[in-house]
Nanobody, 128 residues
Framework: QVRLVESGGGLVQPGGSLRLSCAAS????????IVWFRQAPGKEREGVSC????????YYADSVKGRFTISRDNAKNTMYLQMNSLKPKGTAVYYC?????????????????????WGQGTQVTVSS
């Protein structure tokens, strides 16, 4: 059974940084896509970034390109989302999810229905 546990959220000032972690267990990391979604209060959940655990291909939403970096440590079965230059609109619950599939486009890897396994979420609040 796949289990995902997010951590690293918190309160940060605008312009600050946070690193989120997604610790995974119960699957072989070679052929999975891990995605970070976020859901702001009163808004729909949106895809932020994806990574292929096999070849390390990465994809980003335009709104976070150049500020966020997704990475993975297959030896630790952990994925990370480094978030720099955070903005107040980045306030949201951030979720990681996993699917035993490989995607070639960002718009494909952020389709929620592709993912059966989700973490519980971690709150990120960007405020002064």
């Amino acid at each position: 059974q796949v289990r995902l546990v997010e951590s690293g959220g918190g309160l940060v000032q605008p312009g600050g940084s946070l690193r989120l972690s997604c610790a995974a267990s119960g699957f072989t990391p070679d052929y999975y896509t891990i995605v970070w979604f976020r859901q702001a209060p009163g808004k729909e959940r949106e895809g932020v970034s994806c990574i292929s655990t096999g070849d390390g291909s990465t994809y980003y939403a335009d709104s976070v390109k150049g500020r966020f970096t997704i990475s993975r440590d297959n030896a630790k079965n952990t994925m990370y989302l480094q978030m720099n230059s955070l903005k107040p609109k980045g306030t949201a619950v951030y979720y990681c999810a996993a699917a035993p599939k490989i995607f070639l486009l960002f718009r494909e890897c952020v389709i929620e229905e592709e993912y059966d396994d989700w973490g519980q979420g971690t709150q990120v609040t960007v405020s002064s």
